[in-house]
């Protein structure tokens, strides 16, 4: 290998992971996204409490 194609590895690598973290990483809005999609039928996906992040408090119902 040449010290080029290095270089080419170390840049795909450092582009990947910023994209990563822009778009697959678990932030609020993903976990949102990603909630509403399997709960519009009506089911429940409990994945806030999978990821051991606290629930969202909606309506007039909290948590005691």
Avoid: C, K, N, W
């Avoid at 932030?27 to 409490?49: A, P, Q, V």
């Amino acid at each position: 290998m040449t010290e080029g194609s290095y270089v080419t590895y170390l840049g795909g690598g450092v582009v990947s992971l910023v994209l990563f973290a822009l778009h697959a990483f678990p932030s609020e809005r993903t976990i949102g996204r990603t909630e509403t999609s399997i709960e519009r039928d009506g089911g429940t996906s409990y994945l806030r409490h999978q990821l051991g992040l606290p629930a969202t408090t909606t309506g007039a119902i909290q948590e005691l």
